[in-house]
């Protein structure tokens, strides 16, 4: 069965440094979207992206964060200057069309930022 | 706003049956999700609901009322892997709403 993969599966990283978290949808997926999930609390939506641009994005997704489809697989997660707020689980999905969400997403196993 | 509640934690016996409650109010609404969390894993998807009513699969249900902002995930002869976090989820178009997640503690 197909599956969304997502590199690093943990990544600890400084206050203020930047972290690209790497993804990599379905191969004929075409809407992809970020949740994040910090320790003990609800997943929330991030981002939706689709056609190489943001089709929607929550409140919490603010000019630190930035998306991108830098080639045909992969769909990337950047945060600018990272704060210890940001310590999560960050989850990568992928779905074939905006219908498709009938059957719910796939997530990916996720990666798990710490900032220090 | 959107606003979804479950309980946070429940205990039941394995072989047992358990009924994990959802209500939600939502500014949109496309259907209603269940989702499996273990620790430290990705939320895997169980059920959904669209229209009102029960929807079986294998030991899972799940329930819907729409006019009562209601949902309930059903599951029966209760396995010790089982224990996990229950999430419920509103879609609202392409993007899901979830609740804080009920913790099934299953016990011998």
């Known amino acids: 069965e197909p599956e969304v993969t997502q590199t690093p599966s943990h990544q600890v990283t400084q206050m203020g440094q930047e972290v690209i978290l790497r993804c990599v949808p379905i191969?004929?997926?075409?809407?992809f979207y970020w949740y994040r999930q910090i320790l003990g609390q609800k997943v929330e939506f991030l981002v939706s992206?689709?056609?190489?641009?943001?089709?929607?994005k929550s409140e919490i997704f603010d000019d630190q964060f930035s998306v991108e489809r830098p080639d045909g697989s992969n769909f990337t997660l950047k945060i600018r200057s990272t704060k210890l707020e940001d310590s999560a689980m960050y989850f990568c999905a992928s779905t074939l069309g905006r219908t498709h969400t009938n059957y719910g997403y796939t997530f990916g196993s996720g990666t798990r930022l710490t900032v220090v | 706003g959107q606003n979804i509640d479950q309980p946070t934690e429940m205990t039941a016996t394995e072989g047992a049956i358990v009924q994990i409650n959802c209500t939600y109010q939502?500014?949109?609404?496309?259907?209603l999700f269940w989702y499996q969390q273990h620790a430290g894993e990705a939320p895997t998807f169980l059920s959904y609901?669209?229209?009102?009513g029960l929807e079986e699969k294998g030991r899972f249900s799940s329930f819907l009322s729409r006019s009562k902002g209601y949902s309930y995930l059903l599951l029966k002869e209760l396995q010790m892997k089982d224990s996990a976090s229950y999430l419920c989820a509103v879609r609202n178009f392409n993007k899901f709403y979830f609740g804080s997640g009920t913790k099934l503690n299953v016990k011998p």
């Open positions: 939502t500014s949109g609404f496309n259907g």
């Open positions: 191969s004929n997926h075409l809407y």
């Open positions: 609901n669209v229209l009102d």
């Open positions: 992206f689709y056609n190489n641009e943001i089709s929607e």
